[in-house]
């Protein structure tokens, strides 16, 4: 964007309706000033307490992105395809009642330690904490009520990229088992070039384990019932990290190479996934990025042949777990009445390698009193 955000106003905002903010921006010299996206806010639903649920919409460039306060959830991203017809390229439901209910993730914040933890136990400065174990014998994605099942508060923010939404909420000393007070804010921003940039950060007044990320599921062919193994689909990542029969990593970093996770090179997701023999079969891997997570690299890209969209994802995070749906099967009706099947969706869920905590040769997943953790991720739509 040209010229400076100068500030974000609200036009209107009716009780438990519609409010309006609209981008005021500074011209560039020598240019008029120009709106750049829009922000709006409604109430999607109420929890069974009565807590009302607040949904946003964030528009810029081409893309909308709806946010709601409940787990932080994207319940919704618009993005043209080659001819640009919109379509909402993610999982999720039609209303709030299918967020409340059991399902898999669908748009979902994860935290405090998003993917697995060995047995459910951890031990950190010589004390040991347990958590309850929801996946077989391990802990996910942050537990029995994670960040993904409760309410958030948000506040638009003046963001010089476009309309901004910040999501936060204290997790308490010992929610779901673990340590220190973990004060978290999760910045939704959409920018002109048709990014989704997402911004995490989180400070702690104990040592915890900490791992967050987002948990959508991305078909870019929009809603439909075709599996996305017609995708074709790039990684950075020369290593993966291989796992047990319960999905816990063994500890090894191995190569890709010769392997159905060789997406180093732009390659179909249907074109080996047969390969796998194990029920539910499909990928369901972290991958090692080639970048180290040391700063915002690009770590994959994802080209739907059929409508052309491209999604690519940067991160500063180390891994991404790439997941294709394995176990949907066909039990949730989400949006447009659409059943959800094995292979309907992919998820990138970028993040630290599972079970960190009890791997010294994995990048550390702890965050120290004193310090702040950050991750940057962010999606950007084309096409081609
Ligand atoms: C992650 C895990 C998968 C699965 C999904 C949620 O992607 O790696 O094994 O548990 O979450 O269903």
Known sequence: ???????????????????????????????????????????????????????????????????????????????????GKERDVVLGFDSLEGYLGKHPYFGATVGRVANRIAKGKFTLNGQEY?????????TLHGGLKGFDKVIWKAEPIDHPDGPSIKLTRRSPDGEEGYPGNLDVGVQFTVTEQNELK???????????????????????AGRTTEPV????????ADHYTPVDETLIPTGEIAPVTGTPLDFTKPTDIGARIKEFKVEP????????????????????????????RVMELSTTEPGVQFYTGNFLDGTITGK?????????????????????IHHANFPSAVLEPGKTYTQTTVYKFSTR
């Open 229 to 236: 193994l017609g995708h074709e689909l790039m990684l950075a």
């Open 1 to 83: 964007m040209d010229g400076k955000v100068k500030s974000v106003w609200r036009a209107a905002c009716l009780m438990g309706g519609l409010c309006i903010w609209g981008i005021a921006v500074d011209p560039a010299p020598g240019r008029a000033a120009v709106e750049s996206g829009s922000l709006s806010k409604m109430i999607f639903g109420k929890t069974p307490d009565g807590t009302p649920v607040e949904l946003y919409v964030l528009k810029n460039g081409q893309i909308t992105v709806k946010v709601m306060t409940y787990g932080a959830i994207i319940t919704e991203i618009d993005t043209p395809d080659r001819n």
């Open 130 to 138: 347990t958590l309850a174990v929801n996946d077989g014998p391990n």
């Open 336 to 356: 447009d009445g659409i059943a959800y099947r094995k292979h309907h969706a992919f998820c990138l869920e970028a993040q630290h390698y599972p079970d960190s």
């Open 281 to 308: 079969t499909g990928y369901d891997h972290n991958f090692v990025l080639n970048s180290g997570g040391k700063s915002l690299a690009l770590a994959g890209r994802v080209y739907e042949p059929k409508t052309g």
């Open 198 to 220: 997402i911004e995490y950060t989180a400070t702690t007044d104990k040592a915890t384990p900490i791992n967050l990320s987002n948990h959508s599921y991305f078909n870019l």
